[in-house]
């Protein structure tokens, strides 16, 4: 990525004003000047060519409709942009993914932590594997593997973990991201 001086700046932020005072020309010349730049982090976040160019349609309306807040002395215009494309490729990602659990499931998930098959083969090799993956979850602390368990099976986001065991962000996200952590652990040790 090239570094831009601060005389690039100024014309950066010149052409984002033009932006805001929806000036045709120069909103052509902002997207020309930045598109590839936004598409390339828009396709290493999303690995998916058809969601970075919506992506990055998206980021060129979000920067449009917020130009006018804009302020030079916080960041340059590519960060600024480059951080409406992260936040763009993430939700783009979260709305692909499929809804989480509804509640009853995911009582049902906290409480059996899977069912067995028909397959005799197959529900000994499923029960080895729960069984380690319930050993390595009660390695954790009751508030941690629920977080983790809610988080991984039932396709919470961290908000929706908060939410739901009646507890802030940041907490839910701290259980989350040291829970995965602990399991990772375990895991690489006893694969050892």
């Not at 601060?6 to 997207?31: H, I, P, W």
């Amino acid at each position: 990525m090239a570094v831009f001086s601060r005389a690039d700046r100024a014309g950066d932020a010149a052409l984002l004003a033009g932006l805001a005072l929806d000036d045709a020309e120069v909103s052509v010349a902002f997207v020309r000047r930045f598109q590839r730049a936004v598409y390339g982090m828009a396709v290493s976040i999303t690995r998916d060519a058809g969601l970075a160019e919506d992506v990055s349609q998206e980021v060129f309306v979000r920067a449009w409709g917020a130009a006018a807040s804009y302020d030079i002395r916080r960041a340059s215009v590519l960060t600024w942009l480059l951080t409406i494309t992260r936040n763009a490729a993430i939700d783009a990602i979260r709305a692909r993914r499929p809804a989480p659990a509804d509640t009853e499931a995911l009582d049902q998930l906290l409480r059996d932590a899977g069912a067995p098959t028909e397959d005799p083969e197959e529900t000994a090799l499923h029960r080895v594997e729960t069984d380690r993956a319930i050993a390595h979850l009660h390695r954790l602390s009751p508030v941690q593997a629920r977080a983790v368990v809610l988080a991984v099976l039932g396709g919470c986001t961290a908000a929706e973990v908060a939410d739901r065991e009646g507890i802030p962000l940041g907490t839910a996200k701290t259980r989350i991201r040291d829970g995965l952590r602990r399991l990772r652990t375990e895991a690489e040790v006893s694969h050892d």
